[in-house]
């Protein structure tokens, strides 16, 4: 079936030993925050995380805390401080935040272990790459949804290491066998489609070489350009528009909370 199979392709890059197929990411991300204790609170990034990281919360019962970031990294100084005023049950953040800025995993995982706090790793924009070391998350969740490095629109994953954990979220598992055929499908065009965003990546960051590019060496799928005046910001569009690029506006919680353009790599079909 379908569903094993979807299962043993996430398994050799996630060798977690409970793992559940979503129909959504978004489905992973309410799986893993359905079973942490009601009125505790959800650190999540600033900025860099996703849309749903302040609402789903909420809708367990729990409170959301914002950690600082810089460029949508998180502050160290600030998730400890926020981790020693207690009641925090996990950290919900993704790996690449904003899809362009590499996360100090490592770090941030042993600062949670510290203060007993669940680490939920959001790996949308790193799965299936080298990028992604799943030894520093407790939890980790992930989608097949459109412009995502698997884009079979549709289908997402919850990987956990702890057996009571995993039994107390509440997921249904994902079984339509049409839609994971596609996300088979998809896996097969992995590491074809990775090489090609970062080489477009590449070009990109190089044709804007004289511009304030945000993490310019990070192995993202967005390039997040700043600038300073509507004269710079126009020869940025102007850019894109020439070598058909899809771009955003910030400031925008899911990219950067400030002025650039999040030219968006991950949209492009190679």
């Known amino acids: 079936m379908n569903y094993e199979k979807v299962i043993a392709r996430i398994s050799a890059f996630i060798p977690q030993q409970y793992i559940e197929v979503t129909s959504r990411g978004n489905t992973a991300i309410k799986a893993a925050l359905s079973a942490l204790p009601r009125g505790s609170t959800v650190l999540i990034p600033a900025e860099g995380g996703w849309l749903t990281y302040k ?4 809708e ?11 460029d949508a990294v998180l502050d160290l100084i600030d998730l400890e401080a926020k981790l020693k005023q207690g009641n925090v049950s996990a950290l919900l953040y993704h790996h690449l935040g904003g899809y362009f800025a590499m996360q100090r995993v490592r770090e941030i995982y042993g600062l949670c272990k510290r203060y007993n706090c669940l680490v939920i790793l959001d790996v ?15 939890v980790l969740v992930g989608s097949f949804g459109k412009w995502k490095l698997i884009p079979a629109h549709g289908g997402g994953f919850v990987a956990c290491r702890d057996k009571i954990f995993f039994e107390s979220m509440d997921v249904e598992a994902f079984r339509d066998e049409e839609q994971l055929a596609k996300v088979l499908l998809k896996f097969d065009e992995l ?10 990546r590449a070009e990109v960051v190089h044709g804007l070489a004289d511009h304030n590019i945000l993490c310019r060496d990070s192995p993202g799928f967005v390039v997040v350009v700043e600038f300073e005046s509507q004269e710079e910001k126009e020869e940025i569009l102007a850019y894109c528009r020439k070598e058909n690029l899809e771009w955003t506006e910030c400031p925008r919680y899911i990219r ?3 002025a650039a353009i999040s ?4 949209r492009l079909e190679g």
């Open 124 to 138: 949308c924009g790193s799965f299936g790459t080298p990028l992604l070391d799943p030894r520093y998350a407790d």
């Open 191 to 200: 590491d074809d489609r990775v090489l090609f965003l970062l080489r477009k």
């Open 55 to 58: 609402e789903y919360p909420l």
């Open 256 to 258: 950067l909370m400030r």
């Open 60 to 70: 367990f019962g729990l409170k959301i805390d914002e950690v600082a970031c810089v």
């Open 263 to 266: 030219i968006e790599i991950k």
